[in-house]
């Protein structure tokens, strides 16, 4: 069964667009799958059938200004005006519509990339709610990040938050294909296979080459520093069980030093985290055809454990 639903999102202008589906048989959870930067949700229908056919119910949406989401509003790389946790309040509103429908059921999440960000800021608010979260491809302190944000700041309050200057993002991003070798597409950093790059790149609902509005970017950044240190971590329920995966080719992690950084503040701060790090791969390790099978049973292995 596919249920298509509709929010008004956070930011108080856009209707979110997501999908609830539920396996042919009696569910035992719910996991909800929150995507990252520049994509939608549909990229994952290879780990949404792989979760319901291991007995879960499966939530996803498109953020706003990305996918359907932003193609109905009208509103490509633009996330409104009511700030960073924007994204993040509407996965909650999206957990509560599913929990509407299917209540009583262990509840987790699983965010890869911005989506990782996304959980990370969503745990330390609602994180009693949930029976366990799986982050991949995370960041620690994004480098760049803090000099990034000083010139989106200025730029915002000279007026120009909702023009795009390709400047910003390049300045954030433009290093993460330093270990690529050969670069034609500027995706490369996200997978090494050429038809995973090429598929990303192509997608007509992804809004990764789409401008994004210098005020979007700032929310961006600004994202990621409200989830950085053990002041986070302190935030996040101690009892809740966390799977932190990601590969060592990943400049999103810094090539392992950040998703072993967000562990450690994790660890410091008396929480349980299982930390697993791929070798060899680079940041959408769910998409390598060597290892997404793998990749996906080890996140069911971790909710069963936790059911």
């Known amino acids: 069964m596919l249920h298509e639903v509709k929010f008004q999102s956070?930011?108080?202008r856009d209707e979110v667009y997501g999908w609830i589906y539920v396996p042919a048989a009696e569910p035992k959870g719910i996991v909800q799958i929150i995507h990252g930067y520049g994509e939608h949700s549909r990229r994952y229908l290879h780990m949404i059938v792989k979760f319901m056919d291991a007995g879960f119910i499966v939530a996803a949406d498109?953020?706003?200004?990305?996918?359907?989401?932003?193609?109905?509003?009208?509103?490509?790389?633009?996330w409104g005006d009511k700030g960073c946790h924007t994204m993040m309040e509407d996965e909650h509103r999206l957990t509560e519509l599913v929990c509407e429908?299917?209540?009583?059921?262990?509840y987790f999440l699983f965010g890869?990339?911005?989506?990782?960000f996304i959980v990370r800021d969503y745990i330390a608010k609602y994180g009693s709610r949930l029976a366990g979260a799986t982050i991949c491809g995370t960041s620690g302190v994004f480098p760049g990040a803090e000099d990034v944000a000083k010139e989106l700041e200025k730029a915002v309050a000279d007026g120009k938050g909702k023009e795009s200057d390709p400047a910003y993002a390049g300045s954030l991003l433009g290093w993460m294909c330093e270990r690529c070798g050969e670069v034609s597409i500027g995706n490369e950093w996200i997978c090494a296979d050429p038809y995973v790059q090429r598929d990303h790149a192509e997608d007509p609902f992804d809004?990764?080459?789409?401008?994004?509005?210098?005020?979007s970017l700032l929310y961006f950044v600004q994202m990621m520093n409200v989830i950085n240190g053990t002041e986070w971590a302190e935030k996040v329920p101690k009892e809740l069980p966390i799977y932190n995966i990601g590969g060592d080719q990943d400049p999103v992690g810094q090539y392992g030093k950040g998703i072993y950084e967000v562990s450690n503040w994790l660890y410091e701060t008396g929480h349980a985290v299982d930390t697993k790090v791929y070798s060899g791969f680079r940041h959408e390790i769910h998409n390598y055809a060597q290892i997404k099978d793998e990749v996906e049973y080890g996140i069911i292995a971790f909710m069963n454990k936790h059911l």
Do not use: C, I, R
Request: hydrophobic content about 25%; cysteine-free.
């Open 101 to 106: 429908k299917y209540p009583n059921l262990p």
């Open 62 to 78: 498109d953020h706003v200004g990305h996918g359907k989401t932003a193609l109905e509003n009208d509103t490509w790389g633009d």
């Open 207 to 215: 809004a990764f080459t789409k401008p994004t509005l210098n005020q």
């Open 10 to 12: 956070f930011n108080e």
């Open 112 to 116: 890869h990339s911005m989506g990782s």
